[in-house]
């Protein structure tokens, strides 16, 4: 259904901030964007607004300073589960001095979760594809609170409107055989087909259905991107890019040549000599991988990651070979995991030698089959996974995610979780954390972070590892 324009209103489409982060202005958040687009052309070329509140202190109080030089009948917000605590403040100030402006929410925590996004008080809540269900942001939208829409074409999406935010305040680097360049985030692909018990989504089609978008597509918005802003480097933020092996030589085939750099998350046991090649060949630098832990238990019998330690140490081999920088993602605080365990990580770690890695503490996320397997009742009626008994190792209590800012990913020295094992609690996890990322690190030679401070770090590295955490990477 297409927007009504006949109120003669447009909607203020808002990015909320990334606080938990140490820099939020790293990349833009692409999916209002490509709602954005949606909206234009469904409104035969008008633009909605586009408030971008990433970086900004007084967030709240901006949005309300923007609406009262530009009313709106309508005010939508997209969030993550660590954003919704911001989305739900940027919602209560709205109706305090507003109270008629109706509210929308989208994004991957109203998908996992919508009844939350309700009871926070939004009038309209958005899941799955905001793109499919456009009639929401019409002020007189009537149709049910919780409005649902799926597309399966990615090429219909067309291009993020990034012209209506502030690229040139973003400043993500990559380095690439040109040198240390400005870069911006991609989506060549949605959606993951594994059920990794950790990852959001594992049991919603909207996140488990692979949907790729055409190479001469993803081709077009890069020339788009370079005509208009002078990149030419790109963050590719697909789960996994090489989920479809004929798709991304494809792709690849398309991008050899053109001076496009990019670096992109794979699936280590899909990452053979010849998918190592080809994305070398398109002009990827840096592969990263969710390597998540060193032991070959937690992989297989915990998390059902489908991989080992030696498939992820080949991943690293074969990046390597072809000149590409690897980047390994961990994590300690899995179900049932010990002492053995999480040494077992640090020892990957060193002995693997990956360019760079980062260290989390498992947060389990609404929608994740770990948090779905304690509390049901919080996720969406159509879960149905039945999770093993090793799962029920780890304990948590049912969070707030309106008010608690729960993150995978946040500032080195300020780590804090809820999150216990049998044998090992919450304050034992966060030393572990720190123990990993301080050990790892100096056998490595990678520069350890503090908390405000980064010490020795170039701009492209300090950009990488500080601005992601959006969906628990």
């Known amino acids: 259904m297409e927007y009504d324009m006949k109120h003669n209103s447009i909607p203020l489409l808002v990015i909320p901030p990334s606080k938990f982060l140490i ?24 633009a909605p607004h586009v408030l971008d509140l990433a970086g900004l202190e007084d967030y709240a109080n901006a949005l309300v300073k923007h609406l009262q030089r530009c009313p709106h ?24 001095v507003y109270p008629d402006v109706v509210t929308v929410v989208g994004g991957p925590h109203p998908t996992v979760q919508p009844a939350s996004a309700v009871q926070a008080g939004f009038d309209r809540v958005v899941v799955d594809d905001g793109m499919a269900a ?17 597309l399966t074409d990615m090429d219909t999406w067309g291009t993020p409107a990034r012209h209506l935010i502030d690229i040139e305040s973003y400043h993500a680097r990559l380095r690439t055989p040109r040198g240390d360049e400005q870069c911006t985030s991609m989506l060549w692909s949605f959606g993951c087909p594994y059920r990794c018990t ?3 989504g594992r049991d919603l089609t909207f996140y488990r259905k692979l949907r790729t978008r055409s190479p001469d597509f993803i ?5 788009v991107v370079e005509d208009m802003y002078g990149i030419r480097s790109f963050w590719v933020f697909d789960d996994e890019v090489n989920l479809k092996k004929d798709w991304l030589e494809s792709v690849c085939t398309v991008l050899h040549g053109t001076g496009y750099y990019w670096r992109a998350f794979i699936k280590a ?3 053979t000599e010849d998918v190592a090649r080809m994305m070398a060949y398109g ?4 592969t990263c991988t969710g390597v998540e832990s060193g032991s070959a238990r937690i992989l297989k019998d915990i998390i059902q990651k489908e991989t080992t330690p030696e498939i992820n140490a080949r991943w690293v081999q074969l990046s390597k070979e072809h000149g590409m920088r690897t980047k390994a993602f961990v994590m300690v605080g899995h179900p049932s995991e010990t002492y053995e365990d999480v040494m077992a990580t640090r020892e990957w770690l060193i002995e693997n030698k990956p360019d760079n890695f980062d260290v989390s503490i498992m947060t389990p996320y609404p929608g994740s089959p770990v948090y779905n397997a304690r509390y049901p009742q919080s996720a969406r009626a159509d879960f149905h996974t039945r999770t093993h008994a090793d799962m029920e190792q780890i304990d948590f209590p049912e969070i707030d995610f309106s008010q608690d800012v729960v993150f995978y990913k946040g500032i080195p020295g300020e780590y804090r979780t809820a999150v216990s094992t049998p044998v090992l609690g919450s304050d034992d996890l966060v030393a572990l954390r720190d123990q990993i ?11 350890l972070y503090q908390a405000g401070m980064v010490v020795d770090v170039p701009p492209w590295q300090s950009a990488i590892d500080h601005s992601m955490g959006q969906s628990g990477r």
């Not at 049910?144 to 799926?150: E, Q």
């Not at 081709?219 to 020339?223: A, H, R, V």
């Not at 002009?283 to 840096?286: A, L, N, P, R, W």
């Open 23 to 46: 820099d939020d202005k790293a990349f833009p958040s692409l999916g209002i964007l490509w709602i954005a687009t949606a909206l234009t052309r469904s409104a035969g070329g008008r």
């Open 73 to 96: 009948e309508v005010v939508a917000i997209t969030c993550t589960t660590p954003q919704f605590p911001a989305a739900v403040r940027l919602l209560r100030r709205v109706k305090a």
């Open 134 to 150: 456009l009639d929401v942001f019409a002020p007189d939208y009537s149709g049910p609170k919780i409005r649902r829409g799926l």
């Open 198 to 200: 950790f990852c959001c």
């Open 219 to 223: 081709l077009g918005e890069m020339k």
């Open 269 to 271: 046991n899909l990452f």
């Open 283 to 286: 002009g990827c630098v840096e």
């Open 437 to 447: 990322d301080r050990e790892a690190r100096e056998a490595l030679g990678i520069p």
